[in-house]
């Protein structure tokens, strides 16, 4: 059977670099750094003092206020992203009225059109969820009883909530599942719905991740397992591939994109940004938080990718890497390109926007998957910014500081997360 084509006809953000794909994009072509000082708790007492927060970030804007304090951060990130995303896609019928007369809230809109409803999906990942109210009721049930803790508690908590929340909000009844894979899960979650779509199940998805995190357990628990940096200079903190990386900086946020079926955004004169092509998802089978040192497993993944998009490795323009600036992970991530693509290696730009946002745990590849389609359709390929020192290990083009202009063909963008999961996805200029 003939396999359906997919295109990428919304896109949706909120990241350490901006509260909107223009916004955000714009920061990134400029080498901005989203990573600062945590405002979120008091670090006087914690290592890590730097992350990468949301600034200025007005909830309201986009969502309800008052529903907005039933979400934990990570759900209401996902649905301001999922609301840009399916708005710049042009889905949903452009106003309702409520029973009362007023206009329905965005978040409010749901799809008028059940055939459509019924093939729209949602798969949106989180790495770890609610894990900031899970702090806060534990603390209040500590001191009150257990039985005081709030009725929202496990609803703003369990990990599932962002997808369940986007899918209520818009009346979209496809399927409705969240991946958790670690740092690899909003890229799985891309990869998935893909797949799906190509395959008949669904006609669109909205698809992503999404990570509110930057809390003390949190920063505590990564910090303690000593994964994350502990510099308190933002330009010297997520450093991917230099010699002086010492960790990663946690990021939050949100990227979302909207997948459809070509024919089904054609015949509806959608805006096509690209295409995915190709989705590679594996395990290193190695350890429980380190990656396979030589790369064997992600360099696997990628040739997964390559062979689901019918792509030849010399298509290859760009490669936005899963780059955290720990040693283990750039080193291996490196290894694994040179035995994928040979000598023709170096001449693939691989850069890290982790340098700019931080790494957004299960948020991050959806956040990158945004940033690779941008890069697609403006012919941009983003910097590894902070980068001073090299490091022989680490001797790809990283793109190093100040990006580039540059015609691009296919784009490959890396996730690999705690446990071995590795995903790769494969973007394609589109053309009819």
């Not at 690209?274 to 990656?291: K, L, Q, W």
Request: aromatic letters at 8%; one cysteine or more; charged letters at 25%.
């Amino acid at each position: 059977m003939e396999k359906r084509r997919v295109v990428v006809t919304g896109l949706g953000t909120v990241n350490p670099t901006g509260n909107s794909v223009e916004e955000s994009w714009s920061a990134i072509k400029k080498g901005v750094c989203g990573i600062g000082p945590i405002t979120k708790f008091d670090t006087t007492d914690f290592k890590v003092k730097l992350a990468g927060e949301i600034k200025n970030f007005e909830v309201d804007k986009r969502l309800n206020k008052r529903e907005a304090r039933r979400m934990a951060p990570f759900t209401q990130y996902a649905l301001y992203a999922a609301e840009e995303a399916i708005w710049d896609s042009g889905l949903l019928p452009s106003s309702q009225t409520k029973e009362d007369g007023k206009e329905a809230m965005p978040y409010e809109i749901r799809i008028d059109d059940e055939n459509l409803a019924d093939k729209f999906g949602v798969i949106v990942s989180s790495g770890i969820g609610g894990i900031g109210i899970i702090e806060q009721e534990h603390d209040r049930g500590k001191e009150k009883g257990f039985e005081r803790v709030s009725p929202f508690f496990i609803p703003m908590s369990i990990t599932n909530m962002a997808a369940g929340r986007i899918a209520i909000s818009h009346g979209l009844k496809g399927i409705c599942t969240c991946p958790v894979t670690a740092c690899a899960g909003g890229s799985n979650a891309i990869g998935d719905a893909f797949h799906r779509i190509r395959d008949g199940y669904e006609d669109v998805c909205l698809c992503g991740g999404s990570e509110g995190s930057i809390t003390p357990l949190s920063i505590g628990g990564f910090s303690s397992m000593t994964a994350l940096s502990f510099s308190e200079d933002p330009k010297r903190a997520s450093i991917p591939f230099d010699l002086e990386r010492s960790g990663f900086v946690m990021g939050e946020g949100s990227g979302m994109l909207v997948l459809e079926e070509l024919e089904h955004a054609k015949k509806r004169g959608a805006k096509i940004y690209a295409e995915i092509v190709g989705y590679g998802a594996n395990c290193d089978a190695y350890h429980i938080t380190a990656p396979d040192p030589e790369g064997n497993g992600a360099k696997k993944c990628i040739e997964l990718a390559l062979k689901d998009a019918g792509a030849s490795k010399e298509e290859v323009s760009y490669i936005n890497a899963h780059g955290t600036s720990t040693h283990l992970n750039d080193a291996g991530e490196t290894k694994a390109i040179k035995k994928v693509f040979g000598d023709y290696a170096y001449k693939i730009p691989v850069s890290s926007t982790k340098s700019m946002t931080g790494h957004l745990l299960g948020g991050a590849g959806g956040v990158e998957a945004v940033f690779c389609v941008k890069a697609l359709e403006e012919g941009f390929i983003p910097a590894t910014i902070g980068y001073e020192k090299k490091d022989p290990e680490c001797d790809l083009d990283i793109v190093p500081n100040e990006g580039r202009n540059k015609d691009l063909e296919v784009v490959l963008s890396n996730s690999l997360g705690f446990g071995g999961h590795n995903a790769c996805l494969a973007f394609r200029k589109y053309k009819d």
